[in-house]
């Protein structure tokens, strides 16, 4: 789900080199990339099972490990693969990032693309060397046969050199929604603790971060689209090693409204509705590339905060225009504490209290009726404030909903919206995600999408 949250890609290509070999020109089943300045190594091994490691400044960092997927029908492209052709490029170029922590991102690279088939399908790895990381993913062309595909398992792990400390939030079942971990706020502690103890029962969520000999590693994922997101869970039997569970389908409507149901609602009418469930972690049509496996390097923790590696393997953003967007500080009414009235009254006195403080924003829940909105906008337009408004996840579930609504709030004279309880990122979620920022954009309003893993690039969203 990240769409390069540049306010527009403005990079120069300063040089891009290619080359490429057939098979027969190329020995061997171990293919390599490193980074620029060649401390980082990325090997991709062709071999059977496909797999790939690591390395940093000489030192292993991830052995080698699985990487492939499984496909409905019992199509592994894992098993035995057999290597068609390689490409490699060099690529140094830069991009001017308004909204972030570095305005101009360099975006230097060395890259191998290996082409393969498995039985009668073609596929390929994409393997990208960074100065602060690596990252790589499966592309799925167009072919005879494969218009569409079903992903029911990815098969990628990872087996780290040794029983490392780690910093890890995870998500167990949650209440009375038993969807075995994949549910939940994100809202977690990460404490440290090693590989080898490491709930199996838990659900680890992204960042995962290693602390090895080398380095510091965060494992992520980058351009999330039309995906289900990745989740990390122990895999029995083996040591030091993370398998993939991608986030499974759940039904579009998985949990009660949070508004209260009237006097004469229906135990029957409470209930979530069960919706369509899809059948596989991933439907979707060819040609479709996986999101990037990612892997950003640090040799101090600093290192991390300051890599751009997420945001360069993204899709760059598509909004020309950034003029309406302004990131601001914002008072926020007593809905998080959940004590306090929301009356316009009140909803005011913040306005004034943002005022006060020379922030541009105000955040207000409001329920129900709307009719205060023009009323409470021109109140904070008065005194330089403009308003966002906080809603439910749930209320914004169905496309027409939000299609009619935004263009109603830009009209309004909105700065933006707070949406929040998500709590989910299979792919129909995923999906959502990128409509409800596209639909967004179009109408000039600011996001901030609240409980969600992967990152959200966009210029206009936080």
């Not at 590339?289 to 890599?307: A, C, E, H, K, M």
């Not at 004034?352 to 955040?363: F, G, I, K, R, T």
């Not at 579930?397 to 609504?405: F, G, L, R, T, W």
């Not at 969600?452 to 966009?458: G, V």
């Amino acid at each position: 789900m990240n769409i390069r949250c540049s306010c527009w890609s403005i990079g120069v290509l300063i040089g891009t080199i290619w080359f490429s070999c057939s098979p027969a020109a190329a020995a061997g089943a171990a293919r390599e990339v490193r980074s620029p300045d060649g401390k980082i190594a990325i090997t991709i091994h062709t071999d059977a099972p496909l797999g790939y490691s690591i390395t940093v400044d000489g030192k292993p960092v991830l052995l080698r490990s699985r990487l492939g997927l499984e496909l409905a029908d019992s199509v592994k492209l894992c098993e035995k693969p057999v290597l068609q052709s390689e490409a490699r490029k060099s690529v140094d170029k830069h991009w001017e990032n308004k909204f972030g922590k570095n305005r101009d991102v360099r975006d230097h690279y060395n890259e191998l693309n290996l082409t393969l088939k498995e039985g009668d399908r073609t596929f390929g790895v994409v393997a990208r060397a960074y100065d602060d990381g690596v990252g790589f993913r499966l592309v799925l062309p167009k072919q005879p046969g494969m218009d569409s595909f079903v992903v029911t398992r990815d098969a990628t792990e990872f087996t780290f050199a040794d029983d490392h400390q780690v910093w890890a939030g995870w998500n167990n079942r949650d209440g009375d929604r038993p969807e075995g971990g994949f549910i939940g706020s994100q809202e977690w502690r990460y404490l440290p603790n090693k590989l080898s103890r490491l709930n199996p029962n838990f659900k680890f969520g992204l960042p995962f971060l290693v602390q090895t000999p080398a380095a510091y590693v965060a494992i992520t994922e980058s351009d999330l689209l039309d995906w289900a997101g990745m989740w990390l869970v122990p895999k029995a039997g083996a040591r030091n090693t993370l398998e993939t569970q991608l986030a499974p389908p759940i039904p579009a409507r998985p949990w009660r409204p949070r508004t209260p149901p009237a006097k004469n609602t229906s135990e029957a009418q409470l209930a979530p509705p069960i919706g369509e469930v899809q059948k596989g972690l991933v439907v979707a049509k060819t040609p479709h590339n996986s999101p990037w496996r990612t892997f950003i390097v640090g040799r101090q923790p600093y290192d991390l905060i300051q890599s751009d590696l997420v945001l360069n393997l993204s899709t760059p953003s598509k909004i020309a225009d950034t003029s309406w967007i302004r990131p601001g500080m914002a008072a926020w009414d007593t809905w998080w504490s959940g004590t306090g009235e929301k009356s316009l009254a009140v909803l005011k006195q913040y306005i004034q209290l943002a005022s006060d403080m020379s922030w541009p924003y105000q955040l207000s829940e409001i329920t129900g009726d709307q009719s205060i909105v023009p009323e409470l906008v021109a109140y904070a337009k008065e005194r330089g404030v403009r308003v966002w408004l906080w809603f439910h996840f749930n209320e914004f579930i169905d496309s027409e909903s939000y299609k009619k609504a935004f263009p109603m709030y830009e009209k309004w004279g909105l700065a933006g919206l707070k949406i929040d309880f998500i709590d989910r990122d299979d792919q129909w979620a995923v999906n959502w995600y990128e409509d409800i920022a596209r639909t967004a954009a179009e109408n000039h309003l600011l996001i901030d999408f609240r409980r969600i893993q992967a990152d959200r690039p966009e210029p206009h969203l936080a």
